[in-house]
């Protein structure tokens, strides 16, 4: 039983990054906006939260400074796309490419390191809020390797959610990416409502690389993000553009990435790459064998 309750909190921890980078994608295509800019926001978010928190000595100023800075990459990809009516894709993988340059810049510029910056303080886990009395031994260590930011990714996929189900707001994105021309007709600015929506999900990834610089480590590497913005991508495909099924898609790479971390402490002699290739070889494989029904938003990707 510890060992089952060892596994699902791992899950949430490699799952969090990542669901609030895909719901950022979601509410982005949503909108009818390609956003495969995840990896770029993440990995600039990871960056800004140790600056940040560098700079101020502020660990939720650092998490501020990520989530303004995935809104700013957001603003950059669609401000490109949707003023300068570039090519969605090339667009992102240029957004992406750019925030790999920039933060190793920055690293040496600010840092005068490569590679990895100096140590900064962590944003605070679960066992540092526990009451002191009254709490077993091993959940207080079961909570100390759980982020804060855990449960505030629940609540924020719990509440995108909503928005888009059940809210006038979130019915108007929607209908941007489904029929734009309609939309438009109805008197909403679509290219207004896309760009804001781009932003949120820029915002959210960033979150999503503050967990992985100062939520689950204390400072920054360079690339850090190892590919997660592209995973998060998948998982909206793999999703079907839906959020229940995004959730479960996040939390079936979060489990892998969980059991490959797992299977390396107890199999160390076997090299540790096998260990990290595993959940992409999961997601390659998912997405190769899984066929649905659900097509993406209509309007995904069409300049006008």
Do not use: D
Not at 93 to 108: D, E, K, M, P, R
Not at 201 to 220: D, H, K, P, R, T
Not at 234 to 239: D, E, H, R, S, T
Request: charged share 10%; glycine share 12%.
């Amino acid at each position: 039983m510890p060992q089952l309750l060892n596994l699902i909190a791992l899950t949430l921890v490699k799952a969090s990054p990542l669901l609030l980078a895909a719901f950022g994608g979601l509410l982005s295509e949503l909108s009818g906006v390609i956003n495969f800019a995840l990896e770029g926001m993440m990995l600039s978010g990871a960056f800004a939260a140790v600056l940040g928190t560098w700079a101020t000595g502020s660990h939720w100023i650092g998490l501020f400074c990520a989530i303004f800075s995935g809104a700013f990459i957001g603003a950059v990809h669609a401000g490109a796309s949707l003023k300068l009516r570039a090519n969605q894709i090339v667009c992102a993988i240029a957004v992406n490419l750019l925030a790999v340059g920039l933060t190793g810049f920055l690293l040496n510029q600010v840092f005068h390191v490569y590679g990895t910056s100096p140590g900064v303080e962590a944003l605070p886990n679960l066992g540092s809020i526990l009451p002191q009395a009254g709490v077993s031994v091993n959940l207080r260590r079961l909570a100390e390797g759980v982020s804060v930011l855990v449960p505030a990714t629940l609540a924020i996929v719990t509440a995108v959610t909503a928005f888009l189900k059940w809210t006038v707001p979130g019915l108007r994105l929607r209908a941007c990416g489904e029929n734009p021309e309609a939309a438009r007709a109805a008197g909403l600015v679509v290219w207004r409502i896309q760009f804001l929506a781009v932003c949120a999900g820029g915002a959210l990834a960033g979150m999503g690389g503050a967990f992985l610089s100062i939520g689950e480590l204390s400072q920054f590497v360079e690339n850090m993000t190892h590919g997660r913005g592209y995973l998060a991508v998948a998982a909206v495909i793999l999703g079907r553009w839906r959020p229940a099924g995004v959730l479960l898609a996040v939390l079936f790479f979060g489990c892998g990435e969980a059991v490959s971390e797992w299977l390396a402490v107890r199999w160390p002699a076997l090299p540790n790459q096998l260990f990290l290739v595993m959940p992409y070889a999961a997601c390659l494989a998912v997405l190769a064998l899984y066929t649905g029904r659900r097509r993406p938003p209509s309007a995904l990707g069409r300049i006008e």
